[in-house]
C-alpha cells in the first residue's frame, strides 16, 4: 500500500505528534502545495485538530462504526459516512 502514497509522516517523523499540525505542514512542504489546495482525509477527533489547525480541507470519515465515536466533538469541513459516499464526493468535486 505504501506505493500509493508520494510523502510518508510517520509519528516518529515529528517532533509534536497530532493533534498538533506539524506533521500536515511537514507532507505540504514535502509536496510543495499551498493548504489551501489540499484534503486531509480523517478518522479521529486528533486527525480532525491537526487538519483544522493546518487549514487544510479536512473530511471526516465514519465508516468503522465499530471503532469510532457517532459524532465528532470538532466538526470537519464535510462528513461522509461510507467509502461509497466519498467516492461521490470526490467525483463531484472533479
Known amino acids: 500500500m505504501i506505493a500509493f ?3 510518508k509522516i510517520a509519528g516518529d517523523g515529528v517532533s509534536q505528534p497530532k493533534p498538533h499540525p506539524e506533521g500536515i505542514h511537514k507532507a505540504l512542504e514535502k509536496m510543495q502545495i499551498q493548504p489551501n489546495v489540499a484534503m486531509f482525509v480523517v478518522d479521529s477527533e486528533a486527525d480532525i485538530q ?3 489547525e493546518a487549514n487544510v480541507y479536512t473530511v471526516g470519515v465514519k465508516w468503522f462504526p ?26 463531484e468535486m472533479q
Request: proline share 3%.
Open 5 to 7: 502514497f508520494n510523502v
Open 50 to 52: 491537526a487538519g483544522l
Open 66 to 91: 465499530a471503532y469510532q465515536t457517532n459524532t465528532f466533538t470538532r466538526q470537519p469541513d464535510t462528513q461522509c459516512h461510507s467509502i461509497a459516499d466519498f467516492m461521490a464526493y470526490i467525483s
